[in-house]
């Protein structure tokens, strides 16, 4: 663990080169629903109008860079302010691990991908979590060493995803499927996939260990740096290019118990966009200097200029995408759908934009269309 700070409060938070450990926060079956706000380590969530902290999940990767922003520039403390509230940011490698914590009620607050949402949501029947917004769209590729030109080249090769049944681990798989390439959730088939943490895949990588990646930014211009070539750019896979990669998601006894305190965080997610949009190499340090405080290094300046011109940082979720998203994961066999549907169908009953649209009128930008 590395201790690192934003602003006046001190936090604990995991380095990128390994995810973290969640060894005893309760997981979940499909044969039953979580318990919505189960507690973890015997700290139960907080009582209503009784919260004093907000505890918020994310990866120190540019996808989500609103995150990384929004705690440097101390937008999150300046929103929560008034009502008397404090941010513990908590970073982790991938969303499955993050989806535990929520579950285990150690998170109030998580930027995650589409794919552990859907899992969260289909799991628990409908009830652990909402999506309250959107992110990121985009900065998500297939990176290979030179010389694989095809997807015929990747038979008897190692690739690499951030962790099994998240985002980019499902985009892979449903890919291969599609080229007509088997594989299993056990690494077998035509093509190895080896989930793991991303600095760990791109250490194997530069040793000749693995072949490539499917991962986030700034993992994709990281591998390019190391000699890496893009293969398939996960962008053109979708209509106009839009997909979501993070959205927001927040536990739903936490939303019902302190909505004041959402629309507060929304607020500060609002500003970090704005913030990005208005002067985008100057969040880009910003993040920067934020992945330095998390992982003891920053991103070379080329990285970085490359990595944040390949995403499109919104507030919408884009539930469409989401739906998609969760039709890859079941064809691929990570997701059962009727869990989905008998949870309420998507994407309807995973949203809840009430608050961010609050918040965006309050910024004087236009507002999302809830699905």
Not at 65 to 94: K, Y
Not at 100 to 125: E, H, K, M, V
Request: hydrophobic share 45%; proline share 6%.
């Amino acid at each position: 663990m590395i201790r690192t700070s934003w602003g006046r409060g001190t936090l604990l938070v995991a380095v990128a080169a390994a995810a973290v450990s969640l060894v005893g926060l309760p997981g979940c079956s499909s044969g039953g629903a979580v318990e919505v706000g189960a507690t973890s380590g015997g700290q139960a969530s907080a009582p209503v109008g009784q919260v004093r902290t907000l505890r918020l999940g994310f990866f120190p990767n540019i996808t989500h860079a609103p995150a990384l922003v929004g705690l440097q520039e101390g937008l999150f403390r300046s929103s929560l302010r008034e009502l008397g509230v404090t941010v513990t940011p908590t970073a982790f490698n991938a969303g499955p691990d993050a989806v535990s914590a929520l579950f285990g009620g150690s998170l109030d607050i998580a930027y995650i991908g589409p794919n552990p949402t859907i899992n969260a949501y289909a799991q628990s029947r409908g009830e652990a979590v909402r999506v309250i917004a959107g992110a990121a769209s985009g900065g998500a590729a297939l990176v290979v060493r030179p010389g694989i030109d095809s997807a015929s080249d990747l038979k008897g090769r190692r690739i690499a995803t951030p962790q099994l049944g998240n985002t980019q681990d499902v985009a892979l798989r449903h890919w291969l499927a599609g080229q007509g390439l088997a594989s299993d959730t056990e690494g077998g088939g035509d093509v190895s996939i080896l989930p793991q943490a991303n600095a760990e895949g791109l250490a194997a990588y530069s040793t000749g260990q693995l072949d490539g990646a499917w991962v986030p930014e700034p993992w994709v211009s990281e591998y390019r740096r190391a000699g890496a070539r893009v293969l398939v750019d996960e962008a053109t896979l979708w209509p106009e290019g839009k997909f979501v990669t993070t959205d927001v998601v927040v536990r739903s006894r936490f939303l019902a118990e302190h909505p004041d305190v959402v629309e507060a965080f929304l607020a500060g997610h609002v500003a970090a966009l704005a913030a990005i949009e208005e002067d985008p190499q100057a969040a880009a340090r910003s993040a920067n200097v934020s992945l330095k405080s998390l992982t003891g290094s920053s991103l070379a300046p080329d990285v970085l200029a490359r990595a944040f011109s390949g995403i499109e940082f919104t507030a919408d979720p884009l539930p469409e995408t989401l739906q998609q998203s969760a039709d890859h994961a079941a064809e691929v066999g990570l997701l059962e759908l009727s869990q989905v549907r008998t949870a309420g169908g998507l994407p309807g009953a995973l949203f809840d934009l009430t608050l961010l649209n609050k918040a965006l009128a309050g910024a004087g930008r236009p507002q999302v269309a809830a699905p």
